[in-house]
């Protein structure tokens, strides 16, 4: 069982990032995903997350801004980033939990994968 989070990187405030979070070993709809993030000397923190029927939810920082979907036949789920800002930045990991819905605690995930940074700066 792995999850590998892609697409991280460099961007300008205001700009855009889309990252993905694609499974191996087993079967994403049957999971809720949910995206976290930690920035350097600060606790993980829920961003977003999906049902496995697709019913989404977002931390107010990403409200607006952020959108979570997922693509069942590709076993990979994304966060769409827009309007990025500096307090964007930290490393982004994906999670699976075996149950219908997701949550913000990162108690709540079985599997995670290893994180890819997202840098705002100009």
């Known amino acids: 069982v792995q999850l590998q989070a892609s697409g991280g990187g460099l961007v300008q405030p205001g700009g855009s990032l889309r990252l993905s979070c694609a499974a191996s070993?087993?079967?994403?709809?049957?999971?809720?995903i949910g995206w976290f993030r930690q920035a350097p000397g600060k606790e993980r923190e829920g961003v977003s997350c999906?049902?496995?029927?697709?019913?989404?939810d977002y931390a107010d920082s990403a409200k607006g801004r952020f959108t979570i979907s997922r693509d069942n036949a590709k076993n990979t789920v994304y966060l769409q980033m827009n309007s990025l800002k500096p307090e964007d930045t930290a490393v982004y990991h994906c999670?699976?939990?075996?149950?219908?819905?997701?949550?913000?605690?990162?108690?709540?995930?079985?599997?995670w994968g290893q994180g890819t940074q997202v840098t705002v700066s100009s």
């Open positions: 999906i049902s496995t029927k697709g019913s989404t």
């Open positions: 070993g087993f079967t994403l709809d049957d999971y809720a």
């Open positions: 999670a699976a939990a075996s149950d219908e819905y997701g949550s913000g605690s990162r108690y709540d995930y079985d599997y």
